[in-house]
């Protein structure tokens, strides 16, 4: 049997509305575990866990290193596993919660549980919902429909990405698309009409997409404002919306592949036919 070190890591998600969303056993870990830390932006949700944990370590003053000269989003990320690490490497039990789900862009969680089980110590994750499991539900939008491609707004900017207008298409962080430097916690319409300009190669101006902000607690009302494509440098962002693009095209059949299913089938039936002549 391995021979595991004294410190543990869980990593858990606190749902996407404060209380309601957190699952049994992600509760019993931060209620259980010796230390909990958290960058969770919301305060009521950041005010219970402080409430329930026998100790509790706040993640959110790392963000400030974004604020020093050579310093990126990177590092704070790497300074959070950091300070995750360091905990575990004391022996105790660490229970870092993430708002949402903790492995859903959500690298930190990712780069903790990696250091931690190749330093020998026990680490996993616990799913949380996520920020696109409320856009299923809020939106009425089934991902198994018309199938659907999910990435980080800015990636899908530099990077030749391969878009299928035929199914679902999520963007991350669009709030703060664009953002080379990974210091800067908004955007700007000259960089949405880049992404604009970037899926009218794909949608025509006029497509339909969805401003989408889940409510994070009950006196807030989730946002779904449809608007059309070419309106996007001028809306109103924030950083946690998702922008949504419904599929624009319909699917359409792949003869050859049908062909080859129904000779398969079609051979299946055949082979036991042929069997009974045979045996006759
Ligand atoms: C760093 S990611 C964190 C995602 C989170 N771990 C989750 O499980 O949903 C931040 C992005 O998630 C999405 N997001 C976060 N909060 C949201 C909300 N309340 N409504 C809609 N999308 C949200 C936005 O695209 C935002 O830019």
New binding site residues.
């Given amino acids: 049997m391995l021979n595991k070190k004294a410190g543990k890591l869980v990593c858990v998600?606190t749902g996407?509305r404060m209380a309601g969303q957190l699952t049994p056993l992600a509760k019993s870990y931060i209620e259980s575990f010796d230390v909990v830390i958290a960058a969770v932006p919301n305060m009521f949700t950041r005010k219970w866990l402080q409430g329930v944990a026998k100790e509790y370590v706040c993640l959110l003053d790392h963000y400030d290193d974004t604020k020093v000269d050579g310093k990126t989003r990177r590092d704070t990320y790497r300074r959070m596993a950091d300070t995750i690490l360091h905990e575990v490497r004391q022996g105790k039990k660490v229970c870092a919660a993430?708002?949402?789900?903790?492995g859903?862009?959500?690298c930190i969680s990712h780069m903790a549980i990696a250091d931690a089980r190749q330093e020998g110590f026990e680490a996993h994750m616990e799913p949380?919902?996520?920020?696109?499991d409320?856009?299923v539900a809020d939106l009425g939008i089934d991902p198994g429909t018309f199938g659907m491609q999910s990435m980080e707004a800015t990636q899908f900017m530099i990077y030749q990405r391969q878009i299928d207008p035929t199914a679902l298409l999520v963007l991350?962080?669009?709030?703060?698309a664009g953002d080379l430097t990974l210091k800067r916690f908004e955007t700007e319409p000259a960089h949405l009409q880049i992404i604009v300009n970037k899926l009218m190669k794909t949608y025509s101006p006029d497509h339909e997409v969805i401003l989408?902000?889940?409510?994070?607690h009950p006196l807030e009302q989730t946002r779904a404002d449809k608007i059309r494509l070419c309106e996007l440098p001028q809306a109103a962002l924030k950083?946690?919306?998702?922008l949504v693009i419904p599929a624009a095209n319909k699917m359409q059949i792949d003869q050859e592949i049908v062909d080859q299913l129904r000779a398969l089938s079609d051979s299946r039936v055949a082979w036991p036919l042929l069997v009974q002549v045979l045996l006759k």
Avoid at 128 to 132: P, W
């Fill in positions: 998600g996407m993430f708002y949402g789900h903790p859903i862009f959500a949380g919902i996520s920020a696109l409320s856009l991350w962080q669009i709030g703060i989408y902000e889940a409510a994070t950083q946690i919306t998702t």
